[in-house]
């Protein structure tokens, strides 16, 4: 069914400070707002774009000829493609939170980690462990305490990807920023994430179709991450994206909705449960995931991911208690403010 201009173009006006204050003028499409951690979010326009769909397993094959054939056949979470109607604009984290500002929001908030609260540690990459001796074949050593947002292992500064960190401590960061600034923020849908990750585009990345081209728009497993990991070599970029692990936020260009990294660098929890058969039954506006379910969603792909899971349509998940040296988080933040209150409680 047709929807009506008004339904799909409906859209908010937006508050442009932390805080009580005037409502001002709608902010335009690409406009940049930030927050008192110093995270900058980027005004997503209200719009609408095909969802899922992958592509057929020749095709895959012929992009992606050293991978087994069974992997283009097991994507069927990926479809049906389908129309999805986003009708509110939002502000979107114009980057994946850093090392530095979690740091911060944990000295304000006094909350703990998972990975230290319930002090199994998390997962981190070791050179002297051997992933064919482990049990699960695990390309990074974990659970273990040594490792947590503080410390994957590798050399990290404050401007680079937080990783290791789980769903609900990413739910605790968006309450704590509710509640102290007066605007709601959370995690993005799946939808959301994938309208603001293609940005107009239908192809199987932003910049286009050729993988190979992604070591000028994206940070993940390319040559030299296959020096650490020389059993997966086959599969990394024949060509260097600048960085063996993670990145410093924004080291390559936008999409064209003005957002770095939404491909790369850290896989990026949304809000949604996974369901194998959702998009069957998905809704065509404002899609929210199924109402319950065992693992959430994570999208995007990482610095160690091979180019074909780094598509903007493919799917992953995980429990909401997983850290992992691969996984962030990139908020956002609504459009309406909504009432100040108190800060949050900490969780020690």
Known sequence: MKLPPLLILLCASCVLHAGTGPRAKPAA??????????????????????????????ALAQAFPRLESQRFTELTDEGPAHTVYIRQPFYLGQHEVTVGQFRRFLQVSGYQPESIAD??????????????ASGRGDAFEGRDRRYSWENPGFFQTDDHPVINVTWNDAQALA???????????????????????????????????????LAAHANIFDRDAAVFW???????????????????????????????????????????????????????????????????????GSWHTWAFYARCGYRNWNSPQTRYTLVGIRLLREITATPQAASAPSRR
């Open 175 to 213: 309450a704590w920023l509710s509640r102290t600034e007066g605007h709601r923020y959370r995690l993005p849908t799946e939808a959301e994430w994938e309208y603001a990750c293609r940005a107009g585009t239908r192809t199987r990345y932003p910049h286009g179709d050729d993988p190979q081209a």
């Open 119 to 132: 002090g199994t540690g998390g997962y981190g990459y070791n050179a002297q462990y051997d992933p064919a």
């Open 29 to 58: 499409a690409g406009a940049t707002w930030t927050n008192a951690l110093g995270m900058r979010f980027v005004h997503v326009p209200a719009g609408s774009f095909t969802m899922g769909g992958p592509e057929g397993p020749q």
């Open 230 to 300: 020389p059993h997966w070599r086959q599969h990394a970029l024949a060509t260097s994206d600048g960085h063996a692990f993670t990145a410093p936020v924004g080291s390559y260009a936008p999409n064209a909705f003005g957002l770095h990294d939404m491909l790369g660098n850290a896989w990026e929890w949304v809000s949604d449960w996974h369901g194998d058969t959702y998009y069957a039954e998905s809704p065509a506006i404002d899609p929210q995931g199924p109402s319950d379910g065992a693992v959430r969603v994570r999208r995007g």
